[in-house]
Nanobody
Framework: QLIESGGGSVQAGGSLRLSCAAS???????MGWFRQAPGKEREFVAA??????ITDYTSSVKGRFTISRDNAMVYLQMNNLKPEDTGVYFC????????????????WGQGTQVTVFS
C-alpha cells in the first residue's frame, strides 16, 4: 500500500527527491519518512500531519529537506545532502494525527536506498 521511489547515489551537496504512493486504507493518513543506516536504528526524518498538513522535521534535516503531499503522493525533497544522510529511506503511514516514533506507524513501504558520497 506504500511504494517508494527516487533513491540513488549522489555527491555531497546534491539533491534527490523521494516519492511515496499511498493507496487503500493509508490514503489520508499522516505520513512520515524514516531512514535507517547500517548498524543503526530506524530514525524519524520528517512527517506531514493528517488533516492540518503541518510538517515536522528532525533537527538534522531542517532547512535541507521538505516533505509535501499531493493527494495520494508524498514527497521528500532532499537538498544539500550530506554523507550522514546515507541510508534506506522508508515511507510510513499512521492513524495518529501526528507521530515521530516508528512504533506508531502501522504501514511501511519497502524502502529505497540513498547513498551520499563525499
Amino acid at each position: 500500500q506504500l511504494i517508494e521511489s527516487g533513491g540513488g547515489s549522489v555527491q555531497a551537496g546534491g539533491s534527490l527527491r523521494l516519492s511515496c504512493a499511498a493507496s487503500g486504507r493509508t490514503f489520508g493518513y499522516a505520513m512520515g519518512w524514516f531512514r535507517q543506516a547500517p548498524g543503526k536504528e530506524r530514525e524519524f526524518v520528517a512527517a506531514v500531519w493528517r488533516s492540518s498538513g503541518i510538517t515536522d522535521y528532525t533537527s538534522s534535516v531542517k532547512g535541507r529537506f521538505t516533505i509535501s503531499r499531493d493527494n495520494a503522493m508524498v514527497y521528500l525533497q532532499m537538498n544539500n545532502l550530506k554523507p550522514e544522510d546515507t541510508g534506506v529511506y522508508f515511507c510510513a503511514a499512521t492513524r495518529f494525527t501526528s507521530a515521530r516514533r516508528a512504533v506508531d506507524y502501522g504501514y511501511w513501504g519497502q524502502g529505497t536506498q540513498v547513498t551520499v558520497f563525499s
